[in-house]
Every structure is written in C-alpha cells, then in structure tokens.
C-alpha cells in the first residue's frame, strides 16, 4: 500500500524513491511485522488464557509428560503470525501484484481451516478437531483455486512448468497435471508443517528459515539479470513475494518470543497450516517446488516418519519408531525437549544452506 502511495511521488518527493527497491520493502516489512508481534503479542496471550481456561487439549496418547509441562497453554496463537503477516504485507507490498493476492488468499483460507480445527478442539475438549476428509478437502478447494489463479498470472512458457533444481533452464511442461501437482505441493506441506508442530519452538524456527529462503529464492527468479547470470528461470513479478516472506520471518520472530520454552502460547492448526501453505504457494509461484523439499526437509521427515509408522502397523502390524511423528521418538527415547528442537534447528538450517546452493550449482 505504501508503495502504491507513495513511490508515484517520488518525482517531486526524491526520498520516496526508495520504496521502488524490493529489499527496502522486504526489510522493512520484517520489522513492521515484527512489531506488531510483539506489541499485540501480550494482548492476545491473554485474551486466549481468559477464553481458553483449559488451554490446548493434550492428546492422551502422547508423551507423558506433556499433560503435566503444556497443560492449560493457550493455543490459537497463529493468529499472530496472521495479524503480523497479513498486516506487513499489505502495507510494504505492491498491491497491484497479483502473486501478493494469491499468496494472501492462501495463507488466509488454511489459516481459516486451521481456525476452525483448533476451535472444534478448545469445544469438545479433545485432541481431535476436523475429520481428516473435511480439512483436506477445504485444503484442496483452496489449493486447486489458487493454482489456476497462479497459472492465469505467469508466461505460457513456464505457468504449467517443472523447474529441476541442479539442472540449468530445464522446465517440464507438465499440462494438466500441474494442477493436482501444485495443489499437492500446498496441502502437503500444510500438513507437514502441521505435523511438525508439537515441541515448542520447534517449528516456528524451520518456518522461518524456509521463508528466508524463499525470499532469497523469490527475489532471485523475479529478477531477469540475476536469473540471466544464474541461468534460472525467470518468473515476472514473482520478487514481490520476497516481501512476504520478509514479513513471515518478523511474524515467526514475533511468535517466537512468545513460543521459546516454555511456551505462553501455542500456534496451533491456525499458524501451523496457515505458514505451511503460504511456503507450499510460495515454491509453486517461484517454481521451486522440488527445492522447497530440499529447504523444507524437516517438514517432509515429519511427515514421512507419521506415512511410515501408520503404513507399517497396518501392513505388518508392528511400529518403526517409538511414536510419530518423528519429534516424539526422540522424546520417547529420553532425549530432552530442548536438546531435540535445537538439533532439528540445526538440521534445518542445513538443508536451507543445500536448498540455496540450488540457484548456483547447475
């Protein structure tokens, strides 16, 4: 908004200049919604204690120790993120972009699945919020509108296109199948994400480091001299979601500062499925799809470790790991909670690094 305020000025104003440059904007949307989290944060912490007086229901087959350190820990806490996020974004970015609209279209309707779930879960008192067939099938409505939405926006050369990362200008021209394709990448890692969401701290940081890369990424391809230089694909109008990643990166912060050990507040299927999908939109809209499972590796662990475990014990009838997802294992072999988010912060720093090296090793 500031952009389209402002930056029309410049020729008489020369300061406003400044607001044509993405990384200005992306900067500042960092901070702006930064600010925000932490400012409303202490608001909102304490309207969920006084709406949720049990906090988020515990599942009763988890670790044990969950019902004595989370119990009465508010949930619902993505509506933070939403409210950083959405705010910086629409206040730095160019309005006019519609990748700005698709990413928000997303991001606010999983946010809104999410709602849905978690409130369905704080009613009954119960860990079981949605039935899976409903939420992934409202995921897929979004998922499938948004991607045709994507495809209207970009070239006919590359709308319906697989980029391969390691491979120099390559683009699978996958038709029709991009839909299902792209809408897969979305629901799955909103669910992903999701999933990884069940230590404090543990997934708001991996969130974080996928949207910092991403915006690298963005800025990257929507930027014709620099995918010239790095032989990529260039996507027009796609370095604007630089600008949103930026602001998921000050939201994650924010939230952060709230969700370090021991938590006030949990994210919850809002912020969860909400970040997940806005990263899965983001790899699609980048055509970085593959990349965001390299960048994203943890999510996909997490989420392997849950396909892995219910296949087994329903094929073989027996389970691979102590108790999925993944995180849980280690909990159940005695590792200590803040021992097991670090190390999987760590590791996912690592596969951001890899997923970058993408854009240069062809």
Same mark, same amino acid.
């Given at each position: 908004?500031l $952009? ?5 000025l ?23 919604a !930064? ?9 909102? @912490? ?12 515990i ?5 044990? =120790? ?14 933070l ?20 609209w ?13 709602f849905v779930?978690?409130?369905l879960?704080l ?17 897929v409505?979004?998922a ?5 939405? @994507? ?12 980029? %391969?990362?390691?491979v ?11 839909v299902?394709?792209?809408a897969?990448?979305m ?7 999701? %999933? ?7 997934? @708001?940081?991996?969130i ?7 915006a !690298?990424?963005a800025?990257?391809? =929507? ?8 032989? &990529?694909?260039? &996507?027009?109008?796609?370095?604007? %979601? ?8 000050g ?20 912020g ?7 990263l899965g939109? &983001?790899?699609?809209m ?6 965001l ?14 396909? &892995?475990q ?19 294992? $280690?909990?159940?072999k ?14 996912a ?7 970058l090296s ?5």
């Amino acid at each position: 908004m500031l $952009y389209n305020l402002l930056f029309p000025l410049s020729d008489t104003i020369g300061v406003f200049n400044v607001f044509q440059y993405l990384t200005f904007r992306t900067g500042a949307a960092v901070i702006t919604a !930064l600010l925000i989290a932490f400012i409303f944060g202490p608001w909102l @912490i304490r309207i969920l204690k006084k709406r949720q007086q049990k906090g988020q229901p515990i599942r009763t087959d988890g670790p044990e =120790g969950h019902t004595l350190t989370k119990q009465g820990t508010p949930t619902m806490g993505g509506f933070l993120i939403l409210l950083a996020l959405i705010v910086a974004t629409l206040l730095w970015a160019d309005l006019t972009n519609g990748y700005i609209w698709v990413i928000l279209l997303v991001t606010i309707g999983f946010g809104a699945v999410g709602f849905v779930d978690d409130y369905l879960k704080l009613s009954r008192n119960s860990s079981r919020g949605l039935s899976t067939r409903i939420k992934f099938g409202v995921e897929v409505i979004i998922a499938v509108g948004a991607t045709f939405w @994507i495809t209207s926006l970009g070239e006919a050369s590359v709308e319906t296109s697989l980029a %391969l990362p390691f491979v120099k200008s390559v683009l699978i021209d996958l038709g029709w199948f991009f839909v299902p394709f792209a809408a897969f990448v979305m629901v799955g890692s909103s669910n992903a994400v999701n %999933l990884t969401d069940g230590l404090d701290g543990l997934a @708001i940081v991996p969130i974080m480091i996928a949207a910092a890369s991403f915006a !690298l990424i963005a800025y990257v391809v =929507g930027n014709a001299v620099f995918t010239n230089y790095l032989q &990529v694909h260039h &996507v027009p109008g796609a370095g604007e %979601l630089a600008v949103f990643c930026g602001a998921l990166v000050g939201a994650g912060l924010g939230f952060l500062w709230f969700n370090a050990p021991p938590a006030m507040v949990f994210m919850g299927d809002t912020g969860s499925l909400s970040a997940g999908g806005a990263l899965g939109a &983001v790899a699609v809209m980048t055509k970085h799809e593959i990349v965001l499972a390299i960048v994203g590796g943890l999510f996909v662990l997490e989420a392997v470790s849950v396909i &892995v475990q219910v296949a087994s014990f329903k094929l073989l009838g027996r389970r691979v790991f102590r108790m999925a997802p993944l995180h849980h294992h $280690y909990e159940k072999k005695g590792l200590a909670e803040p021992t097991i988010v670090i190390r999987f912060w760590v590791i996912a720093v690592i596969l951001g690094l890899v997923g970058l090296s993408t854009l240069k090793l062809r």
